[in-house]
């Protein structure tokens, strides 16, 4: 019945997901008339890793549902066996749960100035809340449901789109710091603030 639960969760926890950032996007495009998706210049890095990174979450999503419904295509993921397992699963989801709410939770904070990608037209630097613990607060709750979902369905699959989401993530921030360590402020804020949790800041040397 747990196993049944997970299932079933990890195939709403996902099409929540796509609705969610669809739901957000078209919002605010209405209600300023700014577009808050930006994948940059055609074929550019930051141009794939965005691609790849969706092409990776619609796989998801597509196989979460579909599975529900034909719980053999669980074979084409190569399953990986795990000792307690289900607590293992558990752990993942909850984690996945927690990552969703630190997303929500700073999407909240930044309101109207979110945006998928970067551009500098519009940009202002958010240095409080969230944002004073880590440069990168949604990626790194996006990192921590990565990992969540490879531990609520253990699989060489799964462990693909960590690396492979992982990776995504940590090229795409360091791009936009590239972009905007341009700026006075953002050279300011690189020193005082870690790039990840518990990281260190720039201006450490450990």
Not at 32 to 37: A, H, S, Y
Not at 103 to 112: K, L, P, R
Not at 130 to 153: D, E, K, Q, T
Request: positive net charge; hydrophobic residues 50%; contains cysteine.
């Amino acid at each position: 019945m747990a196993t049944i639960f997970i299932d079933v969760f990890l195939a709403v926890y996902f099409t929540i997901i796509g609705v969610h950032y669809t739901a957000t996007t078209i919002g605010l495009k209405h209600r300023d008339g700014r577009t808050r998706v930006h994948y940059g210049r055609f074929g550019s890095r930051t141009w794939i890793i965005r691609w790849v990174f969706n092409t990776f979450r619609l796989a998801i999503l597509m196989f979460m549902v579909g599975r529900l419904f034909d719980p053999q295509l669980d074979a084409i993921i190569l399953p990986l066996t795990l000792p307690f397992e289900l607590y293992v699963r558990s752990l993942g989801a909850l984690m996945m749960l927690v990552g969703f709410f630190f997303i929500s939770y700073t999407h909240a904070y930044m309101a109207g100035q979110w945006q998928s990608g970067l551009s500098t037209d519009d940009f202002k630097l958010l240095e409080h809340g969230p944002y004073s613990r880590c440069r990168h607060p949604i990626f790194s709750a996006v990192m921590l449901g990565m990992l969540g979902f490879a531990l609520a369905l253990p699989s060489l699959f799964t462990l693909v789109c960590l690396i492979a989401g992982v990776l995504a993530v940590t090229r795409q921030a360091t791009e936009e710091e590239h972009l905007l360590a341009k700026r006075a402020d953002y050279q300011a804020y690189l020193k005082r603030t870690a790039k990840w949790p518990l990281g260190a800041r720039v201006g450490d040397n450990s």
